[in-house]
């Protein structure tokens, strides 16, 4: 499915060195070398030389470990996530001095900003308030989530300051006033670091600001936030494509009895991946409603395809696959984890209906119920399988 081309170095490396542990890190065993291995590589780059195409290389790591274990991927993708908000910051020190140690791995960079994402789109309140002090700033609130969280690590949050005014800071997990509560159990990915974070009036100093317009710099990194997210997806279907297939080949007629079948599904993702890397092919960082839009879409699809791909994984394998820990129950709830993960599959839906609303005007009046119903068709549409 790879329409870029992958760098050898590191992909003989997660052939050796993940596949073997895909079991134990399913099983909740976060992958504490993952990072350094692939900063010792030079996998993990450098965001600030040519964002555009680091961003295209970001892609294809991230696809390339979903291949092997969803979880992975999402560390690599809470990482390098981390980096991609310091490159895009107004503050030059603290990239100077924390980047180089991202690249190579040796601290942990953990994305706290699925609050502030639903923030944007209108979703939920910002849960973190930052007052100013003589030093900077402190932070109170709670976060229920936050990914990819080490003892040394720093974590990616945003702060309102005002009603019109929001922070990003970086801050370190060892700061005092932080206190983490591990989220478990999920029923899948429990490898990836994720605690519930409470600041206690965090003492946050200037120096740990990556930027006090916060607005700024979301709406610069919002496009690669999503459209690296669906490389999970593509990575993930391109090995439920290969188990597929050597189940077909054993049951003769199953795909007579599928609708859609399996392989329609397949080859609806294939098409769908190569859309979606000419889209960073051009420019993963385009910031224009249109660029945007297609941008959820693809997300959307591909969220939906890797469903429909580990329902008839799960089907083809039987009384096996409905065993905990096994390969069909693996990729199943992964494949409901990227419905669910910010930006959701409800959260997109409602972001490609104000798209679609601004270009369209709403010529019926508002309904009652969870949606409009052109809300409702238009959920229909995203996930490219018509009736679902």
């Keep these: 499915m790879h329409s870029g081309k992958t760098p050898a170095p590191w992909h003989r490396y997660l052939e050796e060195a993940v596949a073997p542990r895909q079991r134990a890190i399913a099983a909740g065993q976060y992958p504490a070398q993952l990072l350094s291995d692939l900063g010792r590589l030079g996998a993990l780059g450098d965001p600030t030389q040519d964002p555009a195409e680091w961003e295209r290389q970001r892609f294809l790591l991230i696809e390339a470990v979903a291949a092997l274990s969803l979880s992975a991927a999402f560390v690599v993708w809470c990482h390098t996530a981390t980096m991609a908000y310091l490159a895009a910051g107004a503050n030059p020190a603290l990239r100077q001095a924390l980047l180089p140690q991202l690249a190579a791995g040796e601290v942990a960079g953990a994305t706290g900003l699925s609050n502030a994402m639903k923030f944007y789109a209108g979703l939920e309140p910002l849960r973190l308030q930052a007052t100013p002090t003589r030093t900077g700033w402190r932070i109170c609130g709670r976060l229920p989530a936050v990914s990819n969280l080490t003892r040394d690590g720093w974590m990616a949050v945003v702060a309102a300051i005002s009603p019109e005014q929001r922070l990003l800071a970086l801050i370190p997990t060892a700061a005092a006033s932080v206190k983490v509560q591990e989220r478990r159990p999920f029923v899948a990915l429990n490898g990836t670091a994720t605690y519930a974070v409470t600041f206690e009036g965090v003492e946050v100093p200037r120096e740990w600001v990556v930027h006090e317009c916060a607005d700024a710099v979301v709406k610069a990194i919002r496009p690669a936030f999503v459209w690296t997210q669906s490389a999970m997806a593509f990575g993930a279907a391109e090995d439920l494509i290969g188990r597929l297939g050597r189940m077909a080949d054993r049951w003769c007629g199953w795909e007579d009895f599928e609708w859609p079948g399996w392989g329609t599904v397949a080859e609806a993702m294939r098409v769908l991946r190569d859309a979606t890397w000419e889209l960073g092919r051009k420019d993963p960082l385009d910031p224009s409603p249109a660029h945007w839009q297609q941008v959820l879409t693809t997300r959307a699809r591909a969220a939906w395809h890797l469903l429909d791909l580990a329902r008839h994984a799960m089907v083809g394998l039987g009384a096996g696959g409905y065993c905990a820990g096994s390969y069909g129950a ?34 019926a009046p508002v309904a009652t119920g969870l949606m409009r119903p052109a809300a409702a068709k238009w959920a229909r549409e995203i996930s490219g399988a018509p009736g679902r």
């Design 330 to 363: 693996t990729r199943l709830l992964e494949a409901y984890f990227l419905s669910v993960v910010t930006p959701s599959l409800k959260h997109l839906a409602l972001e490609l209906h104000r798209l679609r609303q601004a270009a369209e005007p709403a010529r």
